[in-house]
């Protein structure tokens, strides 16, 4: 299985290559398309929107006429900017054909370019789009730096550029104090475990954030908005946002079922808070 040697070389300390990433990332998201979108949906901000409604509305306000959605998965995002701008022309790029096959039954009705595409070699003309988007899919890639050149080269001078990253909350959360209790798990099995991010760190911090975006050739300085969404969620939802983690999501079964105790544990009384720290970056070329 192609999770594999991505998996060896994590439990075992060692940084994997970027091939065992994209091989990894293909077959987490061919084994569980749509996970994303099915555990994203189910927390709010404290307005009672969803992530994607926030990324959503900010290129909504920007009344683009294209958008291209990079890392568009099953087309959750691509969906919440077609319902804000009905007229638009929508465009989706994913590694994954099994996200792209539910993304295209989403659209039956409408028309919508979808292509198995990377990030760092997006498949459209210098300018080709009054406004790029992408939901928690830039702090995947490894070498980020050619896809944010890409997202620049793609769009229109003007156009807007709104992509939503993870953020490391200032104070632990139920849920930070649950991951790291899960990689302690991990740890007893697979002493040099650690935590590892699968893209590029500088992600994890604004000023990384701006450098990139720098020397991607974006002049203007980005927009951050932090924002958390939150649910109280009960056990079986928060197992099946642990499982559709990567890397906490493709253990074996032994150890799975070890972190699924604790997992029920940190549940028990029937209600979880659930938070995600988030980011909405953006700006206009
Ligand atoms: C965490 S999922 C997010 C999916 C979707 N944007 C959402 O939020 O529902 C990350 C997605 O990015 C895709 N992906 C990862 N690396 C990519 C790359 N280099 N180029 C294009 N897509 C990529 C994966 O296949 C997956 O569908």
Known sequence: MREKSFMDAILHGVAPTNEQIAAYLNAFHHRVPGVTSEVMLGLRTTDGRTSYDVVADRIAAAQPAEALDIGCGNGELLAAIRTRSP???????????EELTLAAARFTETKIDLRVASASALPYRDGAFAAVAAHLVFMLIPQVDAALREAHRV????????FLLPRRPKQSTNLTELLAALSRKIAVR?????PFAIGDRALFERFGIADLLGRAGFPALPTFDDFEVRAAVDGEWLWKA?????????LDDELTAELRAIVAAAAANGRFDYRESLRLVSMVR
């Open 190 to 194: 697979y002493p040099e475990f650690s």
């Open 155 to 162: 769009l229109a001078p003007g156009g807007t550029f709104a």
């Open 242 to 250: 642990i499982s559709g983690r990567y890397i906490l999501g493709s």
């Open 87 to 97: 007229q638009i022309a929508l465009a989706g790029v994913d590694l994954s054909a």
